[in-house]
């Protein structure tokens, strides 16, 4: 019984992964395969796999590893950027990671060492967003870079690669990617004005809004957008 149970529930949350790999495809944030996602259930990752089109995968799909890497269910082989989501399990609180190429987090990420904060929805990503330095994808060079940009933040930008963030949820890690897109678009928007400086929000006003955000909605894993 217990056994069919844990299926199940391996079974549910491999549906809500493809689900969201899709809508990373619909909502523009990736092209064809590029991006990653990735859910743990207890010490069980899934992830989706390395080449195959969101739209193909089904519930015989099912891809699952163990923190340490090693196969536990599936026959595909899983994303080339497995050492970087199995390396955020491992050192923070994730349960969700998503990893996306979009195209205005990468752009950013060519440009600054960090985002600037020009919204007050930086502070729900725990603070400035730092960008990582460039490694080449999939290796441990990149998953360490990662970590390091990640600390005291739930996302960060891989410089000239993209964007990662996670959450307690599918549901809060995506919220996240979508914010940060969102927040490079506007920041690009605002830089490119000729004669114009954007203006920036100081450690304290961030502060003062993370405190605010902690209240905020229905303390559901999914508020974290006023």
């Given at each position: 019984?217990?056994?069919?149970?844990?299926?199940?529930?391996?079974?549910?949350?491999?549906?809500?992964?493809?689900?969201?790999?899709?809508?990373?495809?619909?909502?523009?944030?990736?092209?064809?395969?590029?991006?990653?996602?990735?859910?743990?259930?207890?010490?069980?990752?899934?992830?989706?796999?390395?080449?195959?089109?969101?739209?193909?995968?089904?519930?015989?799909?099912?891809?699952?590893?163990?923190?340490?890497?090693?196969?536990?269910?599936?026959?595909?082989?899983?994303?080339?950027?497995?050492p970087m989501h199995l390396a955020v399990y491992r050192h923070t609180d994730a349960r969700a990671v998503v990893h996306t190429h979009a195209v205005h987090a990468t752009a950013v990420s060519t440009l600054v060492p960090e985002?600037?904060?020009?919204?007050?929805?930086?502070?729900?990503?725990?603070?400035?967003?730092?960008?990582?330095?460039?490694?080449?994808?999939?290796?441990?060079?990149?998953?360490?870079?990662?970590?390091?940009?990640?600390?005291?933040?739930?996302?960060?930008?891989?410089?000239?690669?993209?964007?990662?963030?996670?959450?307690?949820?599918?549901?809060?890690?995506?919220?996240?990617?979508?914010?940060?897109?969102?927040?490079?678009?506007?920041?690009?928007?605002?830089?490119?004005?000729?004669?114009?400086?954007?203006?920036?929000?100081?450690?304290?006003?961030?502060?003062?809004?993370?405190?605010?955000?902690?209240?905020?909605?229905?303390?559901?894993?999914?508020?974290?957008?006023?």
């Amino acid at each position: 019984m217990r056994a069919m149970t844990q299926l199940q529930e391996l079974g549910a949350a491999w549906q809500d992964l493809v689900a969201t790999a899709r809508r990373t495809v619909a909502d523009g944030l990736v092209v064809g395969t590029s991006g990653n996602v990735s859910v743990r259930v207890g010490d069980t990752v899934l992830v989706t796999p390395t080449g195959v089109p969101y739209e193909e995968l089904g519930p015989d799909d099912l891809l699952a590893v163990g923190l340490d890497g090693e196969r536990r269910a599936g026959t595909l082989k899983p994303t080339s950027e497995l050492p970087m989501h199995l390396a955020v399990y491992r050192h923070t609180d994730a349960r969700a990671v998503v990893h996306t190429h979009a195209v205005h987090a990468t752009a950013v990420s060519t440009l600054v060492p960090e985002l600037p904060p020009v919204h007050y929805m930086t502070a729900a990503l725990g603070g400035p967003v730092r960008v990582a330095p460039y490694a080449t994808y999939g290796t441990r060079e990149l998953a360490e870079n990662m970590l390091l940009a990640l600390a005291d933040r739930t996302g960060c930008l891989l410089q000239n690669h993209g964007a990662l963030t996670y959450g307690a949820t599918l549901a809060a890690a995506y919220d996240r990617t979508a914010q940060l897109e969102w927040m490079c678009r506007l920041w690009l928007t605002a830089h490119s004005v000729p004669g114009r400086t954007p203006s920036l929000l100081t450690g304290g006003q961030l502060r003062e809004v993370g405190e605010r955000l902690s209240g905020y909605g229905q303390q559901g894993p999914t508020e974290t957008s006023p």
